[in-house]
C-alpha cells in the first residue's frame, strides 16, 4: 500500500479518479507500487512480460523500437509528470508495434498493476477512455518523430532537438553527450559531429565534453 502522499501523487494524474467507485478507488490503492529504476536498466521490450500503467515522478524513461541489426529509433521520452501506457500494450488491442524501454537516468515512478489496470479498463470506461487517450498522444509523438527521420534536413532535425532540450533546462547549455543525440534523433554519432562542428563554425554553439554551450540562440531558431 502506498504512502499518503504517493497516493495523492497517483491519483492526481489520473484523470479518471473521480469517475471511479468506493472498490474501484481500492483496486488502484491496493494496485499501485512505488518503483525505482536505475539508470541504464531495461524496464520493457516485446519478450518480457506486460508491465503495467507507469507514472514518472522523477528521472526519465525512453521508448524506442529496435531492428534486426541492432539499430534503434526513440519514439519519445518519458519525464516526471508523465505517464506511459504502452507499457501496458498487452491489454491495447489496437496497439500492434512492439517498444523497448529503458531507464535514461536513475527514475522513481509509480507502476499499476497490469491485471488491476485491465481489469478497470473493461469496467470503467473512463479508465479505457484514459488508455486510449494517453496512446493516441504518444503516437502523435511517434508520428513527428518519423516525420522528421524521414522528411526534414539533419540540420533542422538537429535545431529542433537542440532548442527542445534548452527549453527543459531553462539554461543556454545542455549536458549531453555525442552520443546521446544521436540515439535520440536517429542518426549515426558521425554525422550529429559533423554537423555540430559546423553550427560551432557559425557562431551557434561551442562545445566542451559532455557539454554544448548554445552561444546564438537566434541563429538556432533560425535553422527551423
Known sequence: MLEKDDLTYVTSRLSFWDKLNNDEKNIIKSNATKVFYSKGSKLYSPTSECLGVLLVRSGE?????????????????????????????????????DVEIDAEMDTDAYLINIGAFSKLKNQNVYVENFAYKNAIERFSDVMWSMEQILFMRFDKRLAIFLLDELAKTNSSSINITQEQIAKYVGSAREVVSRMLKVFQSQGILEQSRGCIHITDKEKLRALV
Open 61 to 97: 524513461l525512453r521508448v524506442y523500437i529496435l531492428s534486426e541489426d541492432g539499430r534503434d529509433i526513440t519514439l519519445y521520452r518519458i519525464s516526471a509528470g508523465d505517464t506511459c501506457v504502452l507499457s501496458a500494450s498487452c491489454i491495447l488491442n489496437s496497439i500492434t508495434f
